[in-house]
């Protein structure tokens, strides 16, 4: 399956870029997609274990199974305000 | 009600979105840059937000007050980009029939706004250093 992967703040500086497409294997969870971008962005190790992830604009628990098609997003803590 | 802007944020447009008469009370929080965190000094911000996730969270923190708390009307806007000292990154307005419930309902707010809503700041300091921040 094909998703698009959104990185910002620290970690969208990491990555190089905002957005990015990944193929990956159908039943890939949040953590198996954390797994497969820190074999990408080795440098994203350091930050890994306070990065938050979305789906679809829904904030996801890692165990959460990832839909063919879905919009990704990975972030460090929020900071607004 | 809810919106990101890139410029200077006007507390009174922002109370006139939640003017009603039914009101009695409007309660407002205004979230501004601080030229020191910790022994950084800070020389401005600038925030970045993931748009369309941030406004359906806002969305979501409208409902959760209006469930929570005895209120009229709610507005939320977050600025983005460059935000220099003293200007404000965030401002939240309630209005509700009594005091209370406004002042309560704006406090709920904008901790929930920080904890949920996916916007991020970095820190520009005298000194050349940049830094992310994370709420706490």
Not at chain 1, 68 to 78: I, L, M
Not at chain 2, 21 to 46: E, P
Request: aromatic share 8%; proline share 3%; net charge negative.
């Amino acid at each position: 399956m094909k998703i698009k992967v959104l990185a910002f703040a620290h970690l969208r500086e990491i990555f190089g870029a905002g957005e990015i497409s990944l193929e990956l294997k159908d039943g890939t969870n949040g953590e198996g997609l954390l797994d497969i971008l820190e074999e990408k962005y080795p440098e994203m190790k350091k930050i890994r274990r306070f990065l938050k992830l979305s789906m679809n604009g829904a904030y996801i628990v890692p165990d959460t199974e990832i839909i063919d098609g879905s919009e990704v997003a990975v972030f460090p803590p929020v900071s607004g305000g | 009600m809810f919106e990101i802007v890139n410029d200077p944020i006007s507390v009174e447009a922002i109370l006139k979105k939640v003017s009603t008469s039914k009101a009695g009370a409007i309660s407002t929080f205004v979230g501004v840059t601080r030229n020191y965190t910790g022994t950084n000094k800070v020389d401005y911000l600038v925030y970045e937000a993931y748009h369309s996730m941030s406004m359906a969270m806002m969305e979501q923190i409208g409902e959760e007050t209006r469930e929570k708390f005895d209120i009229e009307k709610i507005a939320i806007t977050h600025r983005i980009g460059k935000v220099v000292l003293e200007e404000a990154s965030v401002v939240i307005a309630v209005s509700a029939g009594h005091r209370a419930a406004a002042i309560n309902a704006c406090h709920f707010a904008i901790d929930r706004l920080k904890e949920l809503v996916p916007i991020w700041k970095k820190e520009f300091m005298s000194d050349g250093r940049q830094e992310w921040i994370a709420n706490s």
